[in-house]
């Protein structure tokens, strides 16, 4: 790959956007729920929004000086161009850029705090912590098969029950069904990214989830997300008293099947459209459960 013509796009490319999604659709679901239980609050809302955005973007420019430093990110990478690997950031702008990435993510933090108490203080600091300890730190998570959870807990859970407190100070039964789907589309996006990833992460000792299950049954764990996160609308109408407009979301799962038949054979490169494909799956999916919840 060239070299990124300006700087900015350098920088523009180590955010990472395709996949900054992820942040913005839980945080979606988030409002949506507060905005239907009549406690949206502008403010808390938007800072919500913010915070997650900054925290990703620290995580993706952590996760770019550091796979390269512990060399998962090589030539051999098939995955979009880093941009420590190829020399168009050095490590230590990276690294600095993280730092204020993560530093501003603080700053949000600290209102969010004064709004909303200690809930949120300890929550903040415990997503600052899983975005650097992914890949930085002396004993990274990502690198022993713990980065599955970790995405499933704070792009699902933490985001979406998070962006809810924030606003209505309380939770309820149909906040955390309603992240649980956010959660399991936000780790198929991390499984797509590392079944494609499986030989070289090996090589590099970097032990995945998808490295200790293996390619088959890694293409598999991507079904019974998708089937997850397809399921719980029923059960949000079941168990919390949604309505029957959550259902909404399933206008969404032609692409989900389409997207599952393609992971289930493409190897290699072919699997980068998979990847952004499967992020634009969550953020449909959030945009329709949101108007869902919303009616």
Known sequence: ?????????????????????????????????????????????LAALL????????????????????????????????????????????????LAAFAAALGIGVYLTAVAGWPVLALGLSALAAAWLYTGGPRPYGYVGLGDPAVFVYFGLAAVAGTYYVQALSLSLLVWLAAIPMGALATAILVVNNLR???????????????RMGDAWTRRYYLALLLL????????????????????????????????????????????????HTAKLEFGYAVLLALGLSL
Not at 70 to 87: F, H, K, Y
Not at 197 to 211: F, W
Not at 242 to 271: I, K, N
Request: glycine share 8%; hydrophobic share 55%.
């Open 51 to 98: 915070g997650a955005l900054l925290l990703q973007i620290g995580a993706n420019f952590a996760n770019d000086v550091y796979d390269y430093e512990r060399g998962a990110d090589t030539a051999e990478r098939l995955g979009p161009a880093r941009a420590t690997q190829q020399g168009w950031i050095s490590a230590a702008r990276m690294k600095r850029a993280m």
């Open 229 to 276: 996160a397809y399921a719980m609308p029923l059960l949000m109408i079941g168990w919390a008293g949604a309505t029957w407009w959550v259902l909404l979301s399933w206008l969404s799962l032609p692409f989900a099947v389409a997207l599952a038949r393609r992971v289930r054979v493409e190897r290699g490169l072919a699997l980068n459209p998979c990847l952004a």
């Open 197 to 211: 990833d499986i030989d070289t992460d090996a090589k590099a000792a970097k032990h995945t989830l998808a490295v």
């Open 1 to 45: 790959m060239s070299r990124p013509a300006t700087s900015f796009s350098a920088w523009w490319l180590a955010a990472r956007p395709a996949t900054l999604s992820a942040s913005a659709a839980p945080v979606l679901v988030g409002i949506s729920l507060a905005w239907a239980a009549g406690q949206f609050v502008a403010g808390p809302a």
